[in-house]
């Protein structure tokens, strides 16, 4: 196994060992409540972030954009490179895809 997918399955089995996380592995990436919000694409995570943090951390220079072949940009998909950001930017991830959108939490 390489490092890369040893990086991808020691935060993987971080989440999906917190049973607070209600966390899914699959062959697409990690899921929380059905919804994909991080899966390994090319040796980079690929993590679904707020619009505003997304932009932020690309401005930095801490993250690419991510290009889908699907439906082409998107402004909170990023690609992170350095894998010692992996775990809390699946973790801020996680947060961001789980949670109810306001004023629908029940």
Not at 4 to 30: C, I, R
Not at 33 to 53: E, I, M, N, S, T
Request: proline fraction near 5%; glycine fraction near 8%.
């Amino acid at each position: 196994m390489d490092d890369v997918q040893a990086t991808y399955d020691a935060v993987a089995n971080e989440l999906l060992e917190d049973a607070d996380y209600d966390v899914d592995a699959t062959p697409d990436g990690l899921l929380v409540k059905g919804r994909l919000f991080a899966f390994l694409d090319g040796g980079q995570l690929v993590v679904d972030l707020p619009a505003a943090r997304s932009s932020d951390l690309q401005q930095r220079g801490v993250v690419e954009p991510f290009h889908s072949t699907r439906g082409g940009d998107s402004r909170t998909w990023v690609r992170v490179s350095d894998r010692e950001l992996w775990s809390e930017l699946a973790r801020e991830a996680h947060e961001f895809v789980g949670e109810p959108p306001v004023g629908h939490q029940s």
